[in-house]
């Protein structure tokens, strides 16, 4: 999602904090209801990751899966858009479970494993796509799975399988490939 307001210093490919709205309404919970998606995916007490969380409907879900014993940290570039997700966290009695985490559009900057990370319509965004996977095969433990998912309305099917590819360079293996609403989408493997 992209739009040329806002913040001068982002990449004019970053869907700005004040398109927040289109990602985190009732419309798209229906469409793309992340305890659905996520349900299979992680477990209770697992140490998870959102990258390019936005406001969050993704770092939520997985909040309430991995329970008080688990952790979620949930990564952007966007000040405003971890405020956003602060914000529905405390709503919901959730913050102590989700870490923010402001990156950098070339490094995510952390330095602990994760057991599961999702890149939901983000990776188009990113300055160098290989480096982002890269940089997160990094951050799995052994094992640890990543779901990528991408708009079909920005990303074609070839764009897609590029990424794909770049994320078989680095040492992903794909798993599944789940069916999203309006989405492509891929479950990868650290392997
Ligand atoms: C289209 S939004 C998707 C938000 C969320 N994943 C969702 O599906 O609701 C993309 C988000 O990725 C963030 N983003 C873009 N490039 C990024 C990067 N290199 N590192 C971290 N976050 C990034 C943007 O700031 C924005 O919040």
């Known amino acids: 999602m992209t739009t040329s307001n806002g913040d001068p210093k982002l990449d004019c490919k970053v869907c700005k904090a004040?398109?927040?709205?289109?990602?985190?309404?009732r419309i798209r919970m229906r469409l793309q209801n992340p305890d659905r998606i996520l349900a299979k995916l992680i477990r209770s007490g697992q140490k998870v990751l959102d990258i390019g969380c936005g406001p969050g409907i993704f770092s939520l879900a997985m909040a309430r899966i991995v329970g008080e014993e688990?952790?979620?940290?949930?990564?952007?570039?966007?000040q405003a858009m971890l405020d956003r997700l602060r914000m529905h966290a405390q709503a919901e009695g959730l913050e102590s479970r989700i870490h923010l985490h402001k990156c950098e559009s070339d490094r995510i900057g952390l330095n602990e494993t994760v057991d599961f990370a999702l890149a939901f319509y983000m990776v188009h965004e990113v300055p160098n796509?290989?480096?982002?996977?890269?940089?997160?095969?990094?951050?799995?433990?052994?094992g640890g799975q990543l779901l990528l998912v991408e708009p079909k309305f920005h990303v074609s099917a070839a764009g897609f399988r590029k990424t794909i590819d770049l994320a078989h360079t680095v040492g992903f293996d794909t798993a599944a490939e789940p069916q999203i609403v309006l989405s492509r989408s891929a479950l990868l493997r650290r392997h």
Not at 70 to 78: R, S
Not at 134 to 141: A, C, E, I, Q, S
Request: charged share 20%.
């Open 18 to 25: 004040g398109l927040a709205w289109a990602l985190d309404n």
């Open 70 to 78: 688990g952790v979620v940290i949930a990564a952007d570039l966007q």
């Open 129 to 142: 796509a290989e480096a982002f996977l890269r940089d997160v095969h990094g951050l799995l433990k052994p």
